[in-house]
């Protein structure tokens, strides 16, 4: 399965806001990028470029449910912007 996608360039906001924020809650919960890409079923390099709020890598909903299981968040505290 290709997770490559071109994002709309409007966007890139969202998903800088979505990268800034499984961040935070990566490190809130104490995990490392080898242990969030596990729990979510992704690789690292796959994480990393998600992670990254410069490469606007695109991701499907899929993955976030994943990743938002993995941190036990809502994936609209992924979207949201955090204060």
């Known amino acids: 399965m290709s997770h490559s996608k071109k994002i709309k360039k409007k966007h890139y906001p969202v ?7 499984i961040h935070y809650f990566r490190r809130t919960n104490g995990l490392s990028k080898e242990q969030l890409a596990e729990k979510a079923d992704v690789s690292v390099s796959y ?31 992924l979207v949201r912007k955090l204060n």
Not at 15 to 21: D, E, G
């Open 15 to 21: 998903y800088r806001q979505i990268a800034m924020n």
């Open 47 to 77: 994480l990393s470029a998600i992670e990254s709020p410069g490469s606007m890598k695109g991701l499907s909903f899929e993955i976030l449910l994943d990743i938002s299981d993995a941190l036990e968040v809502l994936i609209a505290d």
